[in-house]
């Protein structure tokens, strides 16, 4: 919650997608998605530009938020999977949130072969995972060869708006502990 309450207030002009949202929303309550939330699957999404209907592949979906996100702002149709959440529990949340028509979870892992044809994917979007797998050895050229030609590849991550000083992290990050507390090899754009 200390690393949520951190983050900056959202301008409602500036994340039209994200009109209507609480601030809980935008970010994640802390138990469905990364720091970040749909604040960064809002960003993401317009460099996807998806056309509805358009195949979009979600690479390390998590809880599945993402997913709905792109099928319900974007139009798009979705697969998606997490290594660390199964399809069936995602499925679960699919059909309870009128999601199961347009978003198809499956058991897949980003490190091996998946179970599609090339140019398949009109997108592949990867937000706030590529970390966990894209340092294997030809990870990216395996998924890359699911996407159309003139598709795109979307990948996102939580970063720092500027570095921090010598390697010190803002009191708040070091408090911070959990699996996914992974604020040290946090960097910014630059």
């Given amino acids: 919650d200390a690393v949520r309450d951190s983050f900056r207030r959202l301008d409602p002009a500036a994340y039209p997608e ?13 138990d469905t998605m990364a720091p970040g939330g749909l604040y960064l699957a809002a960003i993401m999404s317009r460099s996807l530009d998806p056309e509805p209907g358009q195949l979009v592949l979600d690479i390390g979906c998590g809880r599945g ?15 998606c999977f997490d290594l660390w ?24 892992d980003a490190r091996e072969p998946l179970p599609f044809p090339d140019d398949y994917f009109d997108a592949q979007f990867c937000m706030q995972s ?8 030809g990870v990216l050229r395996s998924l890359l060869r699911h996407l159309k ?31 996914d507390a ?6 910014s754009p630059g």
């Fill in 149 to 179: 030609p003139g598709g795109r590849f979307v990948v996102g991550g939580t970063c720092f708006d500027e570095e921090p000083e010598a390697g010190r992290l803002p009191a708040v990050f070091t408090r911070t502990q959990g699996w």
């Fill in 130 to 137: 590529l970390h966990s797998f894209g340092t294997t050895a």
């Fill in 65 to 79: 938020d993402s997913s709905i996100y792109l099928a319900e702002q974007c139009g798009a149709q979705v697969a």
């Fill in 85 to 108: 959440v199964g399809a069936s529990w995602l499925g679960r949340k699919m059909k309870r949130r009128a999601r199961d028509r347009d978003v198809l979870p499956m058991d897949l």
């Fill in 182 to 187: 992974e604020y040290n090899s946090y960097h």
């Fill in 18 to 30: 994200l009109v209507g949202l609480s601030r809980n929303d935008a970010y994640g309550h802390g």
